[in-house]
């Protein structure tokens, strides 16, 4: 039977896909012209456009977490699930017509120039989500006591999907107070005589928390992915050895989580100035932010819950499963892009110089593009991809299929992730070789994606 939870998570996916395969063509700032790549930078339109897509991209996580995550057989029901299904679906509509709408209507405008209709319109859409994550963290915080479940007991996972949610939804307020400044200022006064107080402008403080919202919402979400993995493949099954080293690395992530969401509120909504660590080169260019280390921890405790998964304890349990293996590609093809390559460029900005502000610095190519492939890659495609394999395994049947989707997507995963790399690293200019081999492999992530749409929804049998 095709539920409606079935249909609106395969049409969240499949929006995803027509909004990413529209960006080559959407001439959006921020991927630059075939010239110069490497040098673009990111505008108003292109950051609203990119939001209708993680819209989707929301929706999907918060209808899983309704459909995968039980407690003691309890999932969220009756309301509250009305609330998360509506929600879920106007938040896809308005945050797609708004994104559209804001790509037509400003044209190349720099960030912080407001149009008040498409960005209201995807605004309603942005507080539609922010309704699931209390409707989300409602159910996660009462249901243990509800269900009889000593929270002591209740696993490892659970945790760490509740401090992901709650931590989205902090970085979410973060983006609201942004751009409510950036509309407005510094209005109320209260407000205003609140940023004097910190020492800064509007513009200042505005920025603050956008950088807050956005760093900190990536991430949340991709903990909260790592959580519904490890409960989806079997956590609480697992023998004594490989739970210990999944537990731990849940606790790794979990502690990851939380400071990193007490440090983006002290940035954004205070005045805290995060620190560079390991600073060296000339004018202290080189050196890890302190913020990086702490969201590093998210993407550390997902190597040691990856270490339980693949190891041969697992498969005495669970057998060999192609769904589990494209979902930890995803998160190993995450982890090199951003923790490894970008420690690297960090530490060696005296040569890369892009973020440095070193003149005429001979990797600066490199750098700017580095930006942008790393959110693309690990920050919005691999979540993204993880969660439709995720919704694969639990509604598919056919193992053959199962395979077959799966090989597709590690396929596209390692290629788009080999040819950004090459392009980034080796060749930084125009459309070549190396692009297209990214452009490719970006195309099989997408196919992927849109074959298990067409499956979950039953437009396509998968007998």
Known sequence: MVTLERKLIAFAIAWDVIFTAAIPFANLGYHGSAGNLAYASMDYRAVMYLHSLLIAYVATLALLVAELFKIKNRSISGHARQIVRYSALLGILLGGIGGIINFGYIGSSGFGVVNDLP???????????????????????????????????????????????????IAAVMGHVGGWVIQFGGLPGQLNGYISWLGLDAATFAANNVGSHSHEMAVALMAGIIALAAQHFGYSKLGRKAKLLMRSGLAISAAGVILMTGVYVAAGLYSYTIPTLFVSGPNGANGIAFDDLLTGMVGLGALFVLAAMAGPWYRKVYGRNPAKVAVLTTWIIAILTVPVLGYWIEMHESFYGALGGIANAPGAATDAIYMSFHQDLAFFAMPALAAAILAM?????????????????????????????????????????????????????????????LYVSGILKDE
Do not use: H
């Open 119 to 169: 960005t209201w319109i995807q605004i309603i859409s942005f507080m539609l989500m922010d309704e699931i994550a209390l409707v989300l963290l409602y159910f996660l915080i009462t249901a243990p006591r509800a269900s009889g479940m000593s929270y002591r007991k209740i696993g490892m996972p659970y945790y760490l999907l509740t401090l992901s949610v709650a931590s989205a939804l």
């Open 393 to 453: 395994d639990f509604y598919i049947r056919s193992k053959r299929k199962k395979v077959l989707i799966s090989i597709f997507a590690i396929g596209g995963s390692w290629l788009s992730f080999a040819g950004g790399i090459a392009y980034t690293f080796i060749s930084p200019a125009g459309i070549n070789a190396y692009a297209a081999m990214g452009y490719i492999g970006a195309s099989m992530i997408g196919l992927s994606a849109l074959a298990v749409a």
